[in-house]
């Protein structure tokens, strides 16, 4: 079945690049998404990629996409401490269904 | 942009009780919505499809008898916890869909609702 995996903890230092990586499993997926979780909070779409593109860059966010590997990543630039959250990396597959992978919680250290 | 309303954000309760959480779509119509359970550290895990005026579609091995859906509009989708139990004392979020620019199906989440069971 499908499935979404991403490493589930990353710690950084303010102000350096955060890359949060992730791979599925189904190679129909039409669209892969990031969403952002705060403590005690729904889940806040971040962006999302289209699969024919393999870079999608939106101010400090850039999204590289593999395909032919079914990787997607996230990389933050000049990472603030506003950006400690949980991150999740989620692949549409038919009928609307959305599976999200087990979210990367981001430590940003002062 | 899109919002989701999602009430009660916290709520205690009974064992033995039946609790509703209701979901909004504000500025926009959900023909469909998504109700998800959350535990600690871990992913969402979809509960149930719910499309406006027919019956809520359930993933496998969640019970449609304890947790009722109803999404008589297309801005209201509600979620019951039937007879709750401590073990059903979870965080549930709802989404709403949409659709994004370029056509991706864009989920909006509401904020959630942590429900505790005693």
């Known amino acids: 079945g499908e499935d979404v995996e991403q490493s589930l903890f990353l710690s950084v230092r303010e102000g350096d690049s955060s890359v949060i990586n992730c791979t599925y499993t189904?190679?129909?997926?039409?669209?892969l998404y990031w969403y952002k979780q705060e403590p005690g909070a729904g889940l806040q779409l971040l962006t999302y990629?289209?699969?024919?593109?393999d870079m999608k860059q939106d101010q400090r966010l850039t999204v590289l996409l593999n395909k032919k590997d079914k990787h997607l990543s996230l990389r933050i630039a000049d990472t603030q401490t506003g950006d400690s959250a949980i991150y999740f990396c989620?692949?549409?597959?038919?009928?609307?269904?959305?599976?999200f992978g087990a979210g990367t919680r981001l430590f940003v250290k002062a | 942009g899109a919002v989701v309303s999602q009430h009660p954000s916290r709520v205690i309760c009974k064992s033995g009780t039946s609790v509703k959480i209701e979901c909004r779509s504000l500025?926009?119509?959900?023909?469909?919505m998504f109700w998800y359970r959350q535990f600690p550290k871990q992913s969402l895990m979809l509960m149930a499809t719910?499309?406006?005026?027919?019956?809520?579609?359930?993933e496998q091995g969640v019970e449609k008898d304890k947790f009722l859906i109803n999404h008589a509009s297309l801005t209201l989708s509600t979620l019951t916890v039937t007879s709750a139990h401590p073990e059903d004392s979870s965080f549930y979020i709802c989404?709403?869909?949409?659709?994004?620019?370029?056509?991706?199906?864009?989920?909006?989440f509401g904020a959630g609702s942590r429900l505790t069971v005693l």
């Open positions: 500025d926009f119509q959900a023909t469909t």
């Open positions: 989620a692949e549409e597959t038919g009928g609307f269904k959305t599976i």
């Open positions: 189904d190679s129909s997926s039409t669209y």
């Open positions: 989404s709403a869909t949409r659709q994004g620019r370029a056509g991706a199906n864009v989920l909006t």
């Open positions: 719910s499309n406006e005026g027919s019956k809520a579609t359930y």
């Open positions: 990629i289209f699969s024919n593109m």
